[in-house]
């Protein structure tokens, strides 16, 4: 998976993308889970949900769902949108019944102290944007992928949702998490 991450961010061919994917090698981005309890909830779930988005957007494209768009903008779109994951899951361990008893069990716990605490869709942005440029367009996608289950002004993501990228995105990310991966 990791390989083919790397293959496809690198076919977009898109000025700053070695230098992204050089940073992102110095996280645990491949192998950190995408969530705690929910989708891709185990290691390399993180990489592995990002793959599952960009396909589910690809497969929504090619069925003429939404307008022709940029392969290279949906695979950014994507590919990134959970870059703000990077460092935020830690694993732990949980007492858990088993059969009538108590074991501990290793999980996966979200790390809620953050040095620089932006939100979720902002917080990937501003990540991407340190190594890349992305149109308009792009930055909303991806500030928006959450849709209405992001605390927010839901005014402004009604506004958002309204462009065709940051819909795909986020039906993507719904169609991955929810239907294509199920739950751990």
Known sequence: MKARYINLLKE???AGIDELLAWLETTDFFSSPASTQYHG???????????????AAHK?????????MWTVTIDLCTL????CK???YRKGTRNVKIDGRW?????????????????????????ICRFIE?????????????GPWEDCDKRACSKAMEHPLTLLVHMADMMASKMCEGRD
């Open 12 to 14: 977009t061919k898109v």
């Open 41 to 55: 909830a185990h290691e390399g779930g993180l990489v592995e949900h990002s793959l599952a988005v960009r396909d």
């Open 60 to 68: 929504l494209r090619l069925a003429g769902v939404f307008p022709a």
């Open 80 to 83: 990134l949108h959970d870059v």
């Open 86 to 88: 990077i460092g935020r």
């Open 103 to 127: 074991e501990q069990k290793e999980v996966w716990e979200y790390v809620p102290e953050d040095d620089f605490p932006y939100g979720h869709g902002e917080k990937s942005v501003d990540l």
């Open 134 to 146: 992305l149109s308009d367009e792009e930055k909303l996608a991806i500030r928006w992928h959450m």
